[in-house]
């Protein structure tokens, strides 16, 4: 004799009662896992999308380089956009950031497609920017269309936002280990929220599964020789890292610097390009060289195999400083490791360490200063060249953090620890010199 369905459905309500006493934590991970599925997947899909559009864009102007004479035209085509349609977007990173201090309003879906314009024109008419700028605008405007479906409150939220970051850089760069605490460490300096590790992991685990799946190849680097840890190598590790941290608060602060110069002496924000855009044209003209605009990765690679000369680093910071400030779309990220590495390639001259080891010690220490996250530097290290590197890239990385100061490309990170309390205003002091 068959048991009568209420009977059943109680003892079903039981065991399922049981098992989330037995387990709390089972629903916190079954909601987030499937919350981590679909923006994973959707971010993922999306950086896939615009690595193949920006690699296009990258070959067209690099076989079409008239095309740069028309990148002020595409600055200003930029600025307009921006100025009548996006405003409320246009703070970019630092508008992700905000809303992970202080969840606000839903981040309007319009962010994705007007950062991806605005970086895709900037790159096919010869500008220096990156790309993790685009990709993490990207997957935070597609993930924060479901806070509302989703029913998140504001805690919920930040770990939405969170794990957009991570997915969006982890797929963007296919380094999702490094994606994932970045998005955990990108916010907050000095702490990390714990509470969103597994939605971060989830989320950058996927986007890069997802975009595996459409066959996108990321760049690969390779370090030739990496020598034994001895006292002699690891303290040039150290000499290294200073000249990285000071690198990377430098680049952080001429930065702001020549963007606010832009903003005073430039009213109407759409002329700021216009201006942006002709210097860097022009230099480009000048120089007979595209090596310095773009994403730089045939030279970023050229600099773990050769010492380049010390200038390369310096040309290419003033490059992306300039193309960033004027209000140009795209990111700092990309730029910042071809400063690393060819800032690394070129110490090899005075410091007796391989020339590929001071490049990938570079290529993430700049980073690691500029943005204030050195465990996903060390992770992104790690994941790029090897486990063999890592001591050698956490010093470098750790250092170059300590001697930034308070100092960052983002403007809205916040210190939720000082680096060190006893000597912080003192190191502050003398990188506001720079």
């Known amino acids: 004799m068959s048991k009568h369905p209420k009977t059943i459905s109680k003892k079903v309500n039981f065991h399922i009662r049981f098992f989330f006493r037995r387990f709390p934590a089972a629903p916190y991970i079954l909601k987030w896992f499937s919350i981590s599925i679909i923006i994973g997947m959707l971010i993922g899909t999306a950086s896939a999308g615009f690595l193949q559009s920006l690699?296009?864009?990258?070959?067209?102007?690099?076989?079409?380089?008239?095309?740069?004479?028309?990148?002020?035209?595409?600055?200003?085509?930029?600025?307009?956009?921006?100025?009548?349609?996006?405003?409320?977007?246009?703070?970019?990173?630092?508008?992700?950031?905000?809303?992970?201090?202080?969840?606000?309003?839903t981040i309007p879906f319009r962010m994705a497609p007007f950062v991806y314009l605005g970086t895709m024109v900037t790159h096919f008419f010869g500008g220096s920017a990156g790309r993790e700028g685009t990709a993490l605008q990207m997957a935070g405007a597609i993930a924060d269309q479901f806070s509302k479906p989703f029913k998140l409150d504001k805690n919920e939220r930040k770990i939405l936002i969170i794990s957009a970051i991570a997915a969006g850089f982890g797929s963007v760069f296919g380094t999702p280990l490094a994606g994932a605490v970045f998005g955990l460490e990108i916010f907050l300096i000095g702490r990390i929220r714990y509470n969103a590790i597994f939605p971060a992991f989830a989320s950058a685990i996927l986007a890069d599964w997802a975009t595996n799946l459409w066959q996108v190849k990321h760049t690969h680097y390779t370090i030739g020789f990496i020598p034994k840890l001895e006292f002699l190598p690891l303290l040039y590790s150290i000499i290294a890292g200073i000249a990285f941290g000071i690198c990377a608060a430098t680049f952080s602060k001429t930065l702001h610097w020549i963007g606010n110069i832009f903003k005073t002496k430039i009213k109407f924000p759409p002329f700021r390009p216009i201006i942006g855009g002709t210097i860097v044209a022009l230099a480009v003209f000048a120089m007979g060289t595209t090596r310095y605009i773009g994403l730089g990765i045939p030279v970023i690679l050229e600099s773990f195999g050769t010492q380049l000369p010390m200038y390369d680093f310096l040309l290419k910071m003033i490059f992306t400083i300039v193309t960033l400030s004027a209000g140009f779309k795209g990111g700092e990220v990309t730029p910042l490791f071809f400063i690393g590495a060819t800032l690394g390639s070129a110490l090899s001259l005075f410091i007796p360490l391989p020339v590929g080891l001071l490049a990938g010690m570079g290529f993430v220490a700049v980073f690691a200063g500029a943005t204030n996250t050195p465990l996903a530097c060390m992770l992104m290290g790690i994941e790029l060249f090897g486990a063999e590197s890592g001591i050698y890239v956490a010093i470098a990385c750790i250092v170059s953090y300590l001697l930034s100061g308070r100092n960052s490309i983002y403007s809205k990170q916040r210190i939720g620890e000082a680096k060190n309390r006893r000597y912080e205003s003192d190191q502050d002091k003398c990188f506001s010199d720079l």
């Open 55 to 105: 690699q296009w864009a990258t070959q067209f102007r690099e076989s079409h380089i008239w095309l740069i004479a028309f990148l002020p035209v595409g600055g200003f085509l930029i600025g307009l956009l921006y100025y009548y349609l996006g405003k409320d977007v246009e703070a970019g990173n630092n508008l992700l950031i905000d809303n992970i201090h202080d969840p606000k309003e």
